[in-house]
Nanobody, 122 residues
Framework: VQLQACGGGLVQAGGSLRLSCAAS????????MGWFRQAPGKEREFVAA????????YYADSVKGRFTISRDNAKNTMYLQMNRLEPEDTAVYYC????????????????WGQGTQVTVSS
């Protein structure tokens, strides 16, 4: 499956952004999905994941209560609603797809989007 993430941008601290991840090639309903992010000089880190049906979600502690992951399998699209953004959220955000259940390890995801930059100013 091919993935394309979009929706990033520059926002002030406390603001909101909504990222989208559109899939092509295969239906997303066969995959668990995740969002990861990578800041300059840091390793790629897990942000959130959602099961193939959307019934199960999991979040990193750093974003819990601020970010919401969702998906619309009919539109072959996944979303990440990011509220109360902080400068520490600045990173390139990547979406990914995996066979099976929810994973937090990036090595378990088989397909990746190209990334979208999120910059939060203080």
């Amino acid at each position: 499956v091919q993935l394309q993430a979009c929706g990033g941008g520059l926002v002030q601290a406390g603001g909101s952004l909504r990222l989208s991840c559109a899939a092509s090639g295969r239906t997303l309903s066969n995959y668990a999905m995740g969002w990861f992010r990578q800041a300059p000089g840091k390793e790629r880190e897990f942000v959130a994941a959602i099961s193939w049906s959307g019934g199960g979600t999991y979040y990193a502690d750093s974003v819990k209560g601020r970010f919401t992951i969702s998906r619309d399998n009919a539109k072959n699209t996944m979303y990440l609603q990011m509220n109360r953004l902080e400068p520490e959220d600045t990173a390139v955000y990547y979406c990914a797809a995996a066979h099976g259940t929810i994973y937090t390890l990036p090595t378990l995801y088989s397909s990746w989007g190209q990334g979208t930059q999120v910059t939060v100013s203080s």
